[in-house]
């Protein structure tokens, strides 16, 4: 049985939202139980292990999604192991969310992804022009059947079934439509 664990960028909002729910500064182990709380994953959801373990995948998501939201200006440390809502991260809109993710992703210095440790995909463009073309259809269009047809020579899953376990991964999501 393969148990679907939503992406970090899923877990954006709803952790923003349970900073603000709960008063607007929480701890690592508060917010991860406030966010599956609020989204009710299941306990099928919450004890698949990142790797080995011992942290869980969707915690390591959340690890993620505060780090976005941090580099977003939506979110602070402001002590180690405790995050505090911004004054942007008050004021922002649902909708915003994917638009500062892109903005802040094309900030990154990573261009490439793995498939597997033996195989490297490089990005060679910015995700705000890939998701500006992608409103044509143009863009993915022309990168996504030649990734897939890769993917598939190699016995791997195509870009949509493809989980993000990192930002690069996640990289790949927002251009296959992901997002």
């Known amino acids: ?24 500064s929480a701890s690592i182990a508060e917010l991860d139980t406030a966010v599956i709380d609020r ?10 292990l990142h790797g080995d373990g011992p942290m869980t995948e969707v915690q390591y998501r959340l690890a993620w999604a505060r780090t976005y939201l941090k580099g977003m200006g939506l979110l602070t440390n402001s002590q180690r192991g405790v995050w505090s809502v911004t004054e942007l991260g008050e004021t ?3 909708d915003q969310i994917p638009t500062l993710r892109v903005e802040w992703a094309d900030k990154l210095p990573m261009d490439h992804f ?3 440790p033996s195989i490297q ?6 995700l705000a022009d890939a998701v500006a ?3 044509t259809g143009q863009f993915i269009a022309e990168v996504r059947e030649p990734i897939n047809q890769v993917l598939a020579a190699l ?14 991964v996640s990289a790949v999501n927002t251009l296959s439509g992901d997002h």
């Open 155 to 168: 016995d791997e899953p195509q870009l949509e079934d493809i989980q993000p376990h990192s930002p690069d």
């Open 114 to 116: 793995d498939i597997r």
């Open 39 to 48: 989204e009710n994953l299941s306990p099928e959801v919450q004890s698949v």
């Open 1 to 24: 049985m393969t148990v679907e664990i939503p992406p970090y960028h899923f877990f954006l909002w709803p952790a923003l939202q349970a900073v603000i729910a709960l008063g607007g």
């Open 121 to 126: 995909v490089t990005r060679s463009w910015k």
């Open 92 to 94: 922002v809109a649902e």
């Open 133 to 135: 073309q992608d409103s």
